[in-house]
């Protein structure tokens, strides 16, 4: 049973002060799967992404990656450990260029320290070509070759949110997070951007989607799970969700 | 080391060879001299502010800690100025240490008020330990350094070999921007959470530049020690560190190039104000040494009001500017043409 | 002093010096306090104010030989005008800048502030004649200048003065509003670049006033400011930044420490002590004594 899911959260909690911003919630990621996270504005899922990936520490209960538990653990173990992850506001390094973005993204695949990276940059070269040939490939994976040596900041957003995903995807993670990756796209964007997402499972690599584009939750999700104020108040297929009475009177707004 | 930066680099290592057969004044010689110095901790210092993007308002106490480790090894222990000054590199690694695990929690004014409250206190101890520092009377008797048995007595070989030093200090800190740390270290800079997500370690990271900038400023403290010959608590006050960020950013934070720059145009500009005083007295403005703080506060105020990345980014911006308006230029000649 | 009659005395001694000297880092931290609820910048030429407000003093009342007074309130209106200069032409015209930014041109003003108080002012300290008498009076076997109590009298009525002007006056409502959620007050018709303005002149005449009434003690000089601001700073976030109340209390408190310290330890390293306390409470608990917990893992330090 545990070795079909990837992500298991186990009765979640998190308060900020008297707020309860993510409440008593369970919930399982299946491996090799696209699971999306539902919910009106405020309902607490960015909260849930950072509760995942250390930025935040749960008020109580505990997450459980590959089985191995994510206790009090910082970010950049949390990489470490094989989950990739975007951000709702565009995070990328902005005054650096497409191709170094990517580049950093592999760095948990790297090992050059300070010393042998200021001093013998000679005995580095194999590791260096090595990152550059990952980072170009991720790059022509996503089409965004002719514009490896752009400033990053200069892309448009949409391009901006396919650098992001070919960054963390660089990390070579097991679960890719991604906070509204359609949103602010346009149309032919949108469609680009759940094809990308597909191709991504096609890889093996189970995705956690957080999306406000229903069209495209429904679309390529395979589990869908819907929350309000904090709490999961529904989880089944796109279909079942669709259906789902609980859910339609919280979008509405009851 | 690539494309502009090794032409730029090329072009420093010929300035070096040439300037001692232009300048052969020992005064003007003793003041590039002293340039060196400044240079060397303003890259360092350029790595942890313009490249990572924690300030510090402290590295004066570095040079400090440096120099008077330095001076009181060979002048009082008779150490062998070499051993010394690998000796101060240990001590300011692990006192940057010390220091850069909690500090470099801090963030932006927090992180400025604690480094500028560290090197106040260096300064108080240099100025009260008396037994180990000689108090504000410091050290005299800090022998010259000698280089495989040949002492660097003249200005000419001290110019050199100080400015080799600059020169190396310059080739580390590109070989790390263009590695994979330094772009850990530019990606802490852009957004500490997105580099966080990537597995890089931001305290880690953090600490470890803030003791490599820390070790330049060493260096460059034991090295005016040797030069000088004595230290006292006077050059090293807080403002010494607040002369080394000015120096940074008036040049360009985001460049090394920015940060050298700096570092050679503000040293020099006490002999440049002194030369224009002449001039100045015959419009009937009488310029005195005195009026020099005012007019680096005027120029650093200047600077961030109008040129926020420094005089380096404003020249190669408008040469940049210049160069592709001619080139559009050239293009609209073209396209008429054919 | 002789041991015999005297630890009690001694420890007396030691906390009316502290609380003078408190009283000034109190001071200097209110001023932290108003541009920084005002701005989010901590003004790093805040204790350039101190200075500028002590020597301008000096002037006016041993140079042209003002009464104490009409030189106080022409030394205040001075500094606040500086205040405001720095204020419209170098934070103002800047948009969006960036912390280091601000940092660096702050700094810069305070270096020339500095530059141009040692230009006016020349690099000696300046003697000033007391508020009124020199004589020092006896107080439970301690000694107490009259200008100690002016200081404390002077501490009270600007705290007095401060709590009215927040808590009962539109103006000072107003600033407490932009410091909480300046688009909400912009909203609500605030004018709040006008109160960006208003806290810098405050700020710099609470510093004003900080080094006019210590300077017939210290006898300032032109290079006093990084220490005074240093110190204030630390007695502002000990008190936690922004709480001016706090800052009342931890400046005092950081004053205590400082001259026991300085009494019982090392006069040479008493300046270090207050540094020290800063460092501390910067690594340890940068919300500071007063500051909960919880809003301490909100903030961003």
Redesign the interface.
Known sequence: MASDNILELNRLQKC??GVVAVSDLSLLVNKGAITSLIGPNGAGKTTIFNLI?G?LEPTSGHVRFAGRRLSKM???RI??AGI??T?QNV??????SVL?NI??????R?????FY???L?PF?RK??KK?RQAAEKQLHFLGLAEQAHLPAGSLPLGSQRML?IA??M??EPKLLLLDEPASGLNARETIAMGELIEKIRQMNISVLLVEHDMDLVMEISDRVAVINFGRLIAKGTPAEIQANEDVIAAYLGE | MKGRNSAGFLALIVAIIVTPSLVTNDYYLGTLIFAAFNCLACVGLCLLMGYAGQISIGHGAFVAIGAYTSGILTAKLAWSPWLAMVCAVLIVIVIAFCLGIPALRLKGHYLAMATLGFASIVHIVSVAAIDLTGGPAGIVGIPRLDLFGYALNSEKQYFYFSWSIVAIGVYLAFNLINSRVGRGLRAIHGSEDAAASLGISITAYKVQVFILSAVFASVSGSLYAHYVNYIDPGPFDVSHSVLLVTMVAVGGLHNIWGAFIGAVALSLLPEILSFLSDYLLVVGIHYQPDYDTLVYGGILLIIMLFLPEGIFAGISNSVGAVASSVRKLAGKKDDGLG | MNHTDGGLVDVLQFLIMGVQRGSIYAMVAMGFNMIYNATGIINFAQGEFVVLGGLMMVTLTMAFNLSIVFAFILSVIFVMIAGILMERLTINPVKQPSVLRLIIITIAVSIIIKGAAMCFWGKGSHYMRHFSSDTSLDFFGATILPQTLWIFLILFFVVVAYIVFFNFTMTGKCMRACAINRDAARLAGINDRKMVMLSFALSAAIGAIAGIIITPIIQMDYARGAMLGLKGFGAAVLGGLGNSMGAVVAGVLLGVLEALGAGYISSHYMDAIALVILLFVLFIRPSGIFGSSEAMRLKEF
């Open positions: 900020f002060g990936t930025f910082r970010p950049h990489a470490a990739g992850r951000f995070q990328i390094f902005s005054q650096m170094e580049m950093v993204g592999r760095h948990l790297s090992r050059a320290g300070i990276s200021a001093a940059p580095l590791e260096e990152i992001e960054r963390a660089a990390l």
